[in-house]
């Protein structure tokens, strides 16, 4: 896919905007693929708690994670569509968590209902919320 809507999910956000073993995946990505790209400010809360966790297990300081947030706080807002959570995301959500037939975790399946209402694609380093995904009609982007 070239110059598509991609959203993308916690794992892509804090690969491509903190130093990450999947950081040159991500980068080399968005470099290939150019596309505009979607982000939700659930996706950023979850991207706020990777820093944060980052912080209390000691692989980051305090400083570098205000880095990080002010760095992903700038980026978002001159590269990205902003997508807002929505009372249906989170119903479709819920419809996709009582399918016994997908094992997808809340946040998963919240990021998924969100990519489809704005008509974008996945990008996520997360195969089984991929897998998920793919199983519900959403079009996945290999990052």
């Known amino acids: 896919?070239?110059?598509?809507?991609?959203y993308l999910d916690a794992s892509i956000l804090v690969a491509?905007?903190?130093?990450?073993?999947?950081?040159?995946r991500a980068d080399a990505f968005l470099y290939a693929q150019?596309?505009?790209l979607v982000?939700?400010?659930?996706?950023?809360?979850?991207?706020s708690s990777a820093i944060a966790r980052?912080?209390?297990?000691?692989?980051?300081?305090?400083?570098e994670a205000r880095v990080a947030f002010s760095t992903f706080d700038v980026w978002v807002s001159r590269t990205t569509e902003w997508v807002t959570t929505a009372a249906a995301?989170?119903?479709a959500a819920q419809a996709y968590l009582r399918r016994l037939d997908l094992t997808l975790r809340t946040p998963d399946?919240?990021?998924?209902a969100i990519a489809q209402r704005a008509g974008?694609?996945?990008?996520?380093?997360?195969?089984?919320?991929?897998?998920?995904?793919?199983?519900?009609?959403?079009?996945?982007?290999?990052?």
């Open 34 to 36: 150019r596309p505009i």
């Open 120 to 143: 974008a694609a996945l990008a996520t380093f997360d195969e089984k919320m991929a897998g998920g995904a793919r199983a519900l009609g959403t079009e996945v982007v290999s990052a």
């Open 109 to 112: 399946a919240l990021n998924i």
């Open 89 to 91: 995301d989170v119903k």
């Open 1 to 6: 896919m070239k110059a598509g809507r991609v």
């Open 16 to 24: 491509l905007l903190t130093e990450d073993s999947l950081s040159a």
């Open 54 to 63: 980052l912080v209390r297990m000691q692989r980051i300081t305090a400083d």
């Open 39 to 47: 982000v939700s400010d659930f996706a950023a809360a979850e991207f």
